[in-house]
Structure formats: C-alpha cells, structure tokens
C-alpha cells in the first residue's frame, strides 16, 4: 500500500536512511512510498543510500523522496544535505530503478578517497529512475583526486532522467570537475534524458548510446554522445556545444553574460534579460512541464529556470514560486520588524509604509514591485498579465496579447526604440480605445506612431476583450 515516511525535527524519523529502511523491501503493489524529509534544527548529515534491499520497482510500485520547504532556486536554502568530510568517494547511492529524488541542495564540502568522487552516483539497476530540481555545488577532493557532480556508472540504464538541476562551484586538485560523468546508456525506446540543467564552472561528460542531451548550460561538453544520440539546444561557455551536430546548439557564450550572478558563495542562475538562454530551449514536456521551482514552463528557456531577473538583480517571480510550494495555508502578517537572517521567501505587510516585503538572499528584506517591467531587445514578445514593457528596438517590436487573461488584469506599454511598437491580438480578441475598436481577431492592432508612446490596458472580458485606460502619443488602432 501507498505510505508516507516523514524525516525532520518532530516527524517520525531523523534522519532519511531511517525512513527509506522502513520502506517494505519488496515494492510490488506497494504503490508509492514517499519520503517527505522536513526541515531539522541540526541539519542533513552523512550519506545515505537506496543501494541494497529493495525489490520489484516498477512505474506504480517506487520510492520517492522529496524536499518539502522549497530552495527557491537558491544555494543553502530549503532541505540541504551536507555529507562533510569523510573517505568515502561516494556521496549518495541510488541502485535501484524507479526512484524519484527532487528538490533538495546537496553539498559535501570535501572528498578524502580515490580519484572519481562522487557526490551522487547511480548504478544498476536505476532504471526509469528521475533526479530534478536539485542544487548541487560547494565540493572539493584531497590532492590528486578529482570530482564530480553526478557519475551514471557504466551499464546499461534506460529512461534516466536529470533535469532542471545546477550543479557549480566544484573543486578539482587534478583534472578538470565534471558536472555529470555518465557512461551508462538508454535503448532505442527509452532513452537517458539530461535536459534544462545548468553547469556554469564544469564539464559534460556523456558518451554512450541512445542519449537525449538538450536545453542544457556548461562550461564546456566533452565526448558527449555515441550512435543514436539527439544533441539539441545546447549552450556552452566554449566552443564544444555544437561539436556533436544537432540543431540550435550555441557557443562561445559566457556563463556571466548569461546568469544573474556566477561568483563563488552568491550564485544565481536565473538568466539575465540579456541573455542568450532566454528563447534558445525547446520543447521537453514529453519528459516534464515545469521548471526547478515548480513554475510550469512555457517558453522553454534553456536551463533550470523559466523565469528571469525582474528588477535589481533579484528575481520577483522565485518568492511567489516558492509560497506556491508550500504546503498548507498561507498566513500574511504584519511585522513591525524586519529582522536580517529571517527565511528565503518569508512575506511580512510593513505597516509603517503599508508595502508588502519580501526577504532575499541574505536575509534582506525588499519592497516587492508589484508591477514588474521588462525592457525588450528582441523584435517579437508574449505580453505576461500585469507586466510591463518598454519596447526598445531600432526595428519594430511586436507584443502579443497573452491567450488567457483574468478579468481586471492590466498590461502597460512604453516605447523607447526608434522602431516603435505595435500591440498584436490572439484569434477572438478585440482592444476597445474609447469610441475606436480593432479589428477582431489576429488582423487588429494597436501600433505606436511616435517614439515615446505609451498606453495601459484592462482585460474587461476573460481572455477576449481589453479596453485602454490611458494613453500618451498617437496610437493607430486598426
């Protein structure tokens, strides 16, 4: 039967050897035996491992084991496993197919034992097995010795999935760290998946059989993929993304061109709104539809987030993913103070100036914009709802209405660029500016006819129909 092992402070074990031990040996009809591991005053230490004991895994019949306060995306934030030092090469084992590990920040801060450490290994028979939304960073080997990320050991292990996992700041005494080493291969059917994960300071290594490697971020990919491999939408800090053919596979991008931050102990790898990654991915959701914080992707950027950098370095959209995540009601109070220290992503009502605040990393708190702007360099773009944009283009740039909009919810435009802007419709919606209507339908518009132009609009019927409310300049409305 299907059955809950909790691990944290006051939860029913420990420590999460103590819960996976309990979990039947034989899997078969057991449904799904889920881990939930809470937060523990003391933290996550040592290793722990699915390597031995268990039996008849299959699609219905598996373990899975899960952070339930949420990283937001971010290093040393939500459920962190710290394995210390220790001699052991390997950090955590899984041998066993259908296991689901997700969510967690994993860390060990230095390896004392042979060349090939490991902080997370997967051996036979790890079929089918899934590892997403995992930070894994903050490693070092002994002299001599090298490291890695994630080694898939070399046998055949088919319909393996890592996405939406970042792996950075690996320390390598010899050679050069590697992000993922995997030397098992998939099958014609069931391909190994590595998709939408970001290595900023780290190798790619993968040259076996039946590989799907795609939307991906790393430093640089090494022998990546055998016969019946699809290499697609890559991106590397050097010039070895598109050295295995495939389409949409870009190089020579630097990872600080590309993420928010890249220096050791402050990382942050939501992309910046310059960044190459941010129209470069595509499609994935055959294999998953959401990215490393649980927003459901649309775009599919390349690497673990689907967001990116809204204002001042610090990404609006990782708070609010991050209360989605939690289980359980969610309860505004006010504070009167804001202490440093307090939880990635806590809210607190300031009354003394009746904002709402939003703690970031640090423990600063700031002052949500609850309007965020962007300002668009390409020459197309998908309006988000109350969003807003500043057109800044020497050609034209054309904004599209989003498909789905809620009653009363507001979209603004400011040009910049010589090329003006035009406001673009979905099949279905009209925009009424007050006595004039667009043509219904993809054929209406609203296009700027001086620099500066301005307007703000209301969705005054779901989805079909937006009124402006304001407007600066000469509008054409056709």
Same mark, same amino acid.
């Given at each position: 039967?299907?059955?809950?092992? !909790? ?5 029913? %074990? ?28 003391? +933290? ?23 952070? $339930? ?6 290093? @040393? ?5 710290? $394995? ?18 997700? +969510? ?5 801060? =230095? ?42 050991? @070399? ?33 014609? +059917? ?12 780290? !190798? ?35 010039? !070895?993304? @598109? ?40 499609? &994935? ?12 992707? %649309? ?30 009601? =969610?309860? =505004? ?49 998908? $309006? ?11 050609? =034209? ?13 507001? &979209? ?21 500016? +007050?006595?004039? @209507? ?41």
């Amino acid at each position: 039967m299907s059955a809950i092992y !909790t691990t944290g402070d006051g939860k029913s %074990s420990a420590l999460i050897q103590t819960a996976i031990d309990l979990i039947p040996g034989n899997l078969s009809v057991q449904g799904h035996q889920w881990v939930q591991v809470y937060a523990k005053a003391s +933290g996550y230490s040592g290793r722990f491992d699915s390597y031995s004991g268990f039996s008849n895994a299959s699609a219905i019949d598996y373990i899975d084991i899960e952070a $339930m306060v949420s990283h937001g995306g971010s290093r @040393d934030q939500g459920i962190v496993l710290d $394995m210390n030092d220790n001699s052991d090469f390997r950090g955590i084992i899984f041998a066993l197919g259908y296991v689901r590990f997700h +969510g967690f920040c994993v860390t060990r801060s =230095l390896f004392k034992a042979a060349t090939g450490n490991t902080i997370i290994g997967i051996h036979d028979p790890s079929s089918y097995m899934q590892i997403y939304d995992c930070l894994l960073y903050d490693s070092n080997a002994d002299a001599g010795q090298s490291i890695r990320g994630f080694y898939v050991y @070399d046998v055949t292990i088919v319909g393996l999935l890592i996405a939406n996992c970042q792996i950075f700041n690996l320390g390598a005494i010899s050679g050069t760290p590697e992000s993922i080493r995997s030397l098992g291969q998939g099958t014609a +059917g069931n391909k190994n998946v590595f998709a939408n994960n970001v290595f900023t300071q780290s !190798t790619f290594f993968a040259n076996k059989n039946y590989l799907l490697v795609k939307n991906n971020y790393a430093s640089s990919f090494t022998s990546l993929g055998g016969a019946n491999c699809s290499i697609t939408y890559n991106i590397s800090s050097d010039a !070895t993304a @598109d050295d295995w053919g495939g389409t949409g596979n870009l190089i020579s991008k630097a990872a600080a061109n590309q993420f928010v931050s890249v220096t050791p102990g402050s990382e942050d790898l939501h992309i910046k709104s310059t960044s190459d990654c941010w129209r470069a991915g595509a499609d &994935m959701s055959a294999y998953f539809t959401t990215d490393c914080v649980g927003t459901t992707r %649309s775009v599919w950027r390349t690497g673990a987030f689907e967001s990116r950098e809204v204002f001042g370095g610090q990404p609006l959209i990782r708070t609010v993913e991050g209360i989605e995540r939690l289980r359980g009601p =969610l309860t =505004l109070k006010e504070i009167s103070t804001f202490p440093t220290g307090s939880t990635l992503g806590q809210l607190g009502f300031d009354a003394s100036d009746h904002t709402l605040k939003k703690c970031e990393v640090g423990g600063v708190w700031t002052t949500i914009n609850a309007f965020p702007w962007f300002e668009v360099t390409e020459t197309t773009g998908t $309006m988000a709802v109350n969003t807003g944009y500043i057109a800044n283009n020497a050609a =034209l740039v054309t904004l599209t209405l989003p498909a789905t909009s809620a009653q009363g919810i507001r &979209m603004r435009i400011a040009g910049k660029g010589a090329g003006l802007w035009k406001l673009a419709q979905n099949s279905g919606q009209t925009v009424h500016f +007050g006595t004039v @209507d667009s043509t219904t339908g993809t054929a209406g518009y609203l296009q700027a006819l001086n620099k500066y132009d301005c307007i703000e609009l209301v969705c005054i019927t779901a989805n079909t129909d937006f009124v402006i409310t304001s407007s600066v300049g000469n509008i054409d409305v056709e």
